[in-house]
């Protein structure tokens, strides 16, 4: 089944599509000239106007026909609920955490040398 994304952007694509290829007709094909329309040259300053718009136009058209395709082909994501259902449920599954065990209490000689040494870092040789 096609989601709303993937017919809106599938929609988006079609539309790019067919205005590009009715833009390109008409530029090419189906245009008359500038100035007089009884004559049948093109003209120079048509041409220098012409051909950037034309580029940016196609340029724009392909940008909104690739979004338009990555957005009817991308599947839809999962809805919120159902996501939220499997991390209980994995919680559920998942056992609980074993109590740690207890450390027995050390003579109080050894607890300032290696509270001393915890807070130094380890430095690395270099190679």
Do not use: H
């Not at 952007?9 to 599509?17: A, D, M, N, R």
């Not at 580029?55 to 599947?75: L, Q, R, Y």
């Not at 109590?99 to 001393?116: F, L, M």
């Amino acid at each position: 089944m096609v989601s709303k994304d993937q017919s809106i952007g599938g929609l988006i694509f079609i539309v790019c599509v067919v205005v590009g290829i009715l833009y390109t007709a008409g530029l090419f094909y189906w245009g008359t000239s500038l100035g007089n329309p009884n004559e049948s040259a093109w003209s120079i300053e048509f041409w220098l106007i012409a051909l950037p718009v034309f580029i940016a136009f196609v340029a724009i058209m392909g940008i909104g026909a690739w979004i338009g395709w990555t957005m009817a082909t991308t599947p839809p994501p999962k809805p919120i609920e159902e996501i939220t259902t499997e991390i209980e449920e994995k919680k559920e599954e998942a056992p609980p955490p074993a109590p740690e065990p207890k450390e027995e209490a050390k003579p109080s000689e050894e607890t300032p040398k290696e509270t001393a040494e915890e807070k130094k870092p380890e430095r690395r040789r270099r190679t």
